[in-house]
Structures are given as structure tokens and as C-alpha cells.
């Protein structure tokens, strides 16, 4: 086959109309997988000994906001309860 056959124009067309009803939901997924921790950022949090210095290096993180409000002194339970939070926004907004 040659370049520019009319199977050529339908592969094109195919993909036009997947990025027209999918791009959306795929821009948003990589988005999402992108604020995901890395395994160096997990290490890096597991060596942390108090909370304080958990919130500074997530601070440098997609979940640099998430904590920013909270008043010291920062417990396990209100961590808990901000990531949960943070998810279901999240997992609400792709659902929408």
C-alpha cells in the first residue's frame, strides 16, 4: 500500500474521533498518575521521624496544599483524614 490510501485517511479519522470523545478523560488520568509519589518520595517519607518534616517534604509534592491550613501540632489521624479527603475529591472530580 501506499501513503495516502483511503485505509491511511480512516486510521486518521479513527484517531481524531478517539482524541475528540477520550481526550479529555485520558489528559486527566495522566495528570493524575503525574501527582502520584515516587518511590524516591515514599523512601524519602518513610525516613522522616516527626510529622513536621513529613509536611515539609510534601510540600515539595503534588500534595503540597493539602496540609497547608492545619494547625500544629499535626497528628497521624488529621494526615489520614486530609489524604482520604484529597482522594475522594479527586476520584469525584473524574467520575463528573
Known amino acids: 500500500m501506499e501513503a495516502g490510501q ?3 485517511n480512516v486510521l486518521y479519522l479513527i484517531s481524531f ?3 475528540m470523545d477520550n481526550g479529555y478523560v485520558k489528559g486527566l488520568m495522566c495528570s ?3 501527582g502520584v509519589l515516587s518511590q524516591a518520595d515514599y ?3 518513610v525516613q522522616r521521624e516527626m510529622l513536621k518534616d513529613l509536611k515539609l517534604h510534601l510540600q515539595s509534592t ?3 496544599n493539602f ?3 492545619e494547625a500544629s501540632p499535626l ?3 488529621v494526615i489520614d483524614d486530609k489524604l482520604k479527603e484529597k482522594m ?3 476520584f469525584r472530580h473524574m467520575r463528573s
Open 6 to 8: 483511503p485505509q491511511d
Open 17 to 19: 474521533y478517539f482524541n
Open 32 to 34: 493524575l498518575k503525574a
Open 43 to 45: 523512601l524519602n517519607l
Open 62 to 64: 503534588d500534595y503540597s
Open 67 to 69: 496540609l497547608a491550613n
Open 75 to 77: 497528628t497521624v489521624s
Open 88 to 90: 475522594v475529591v479527586e
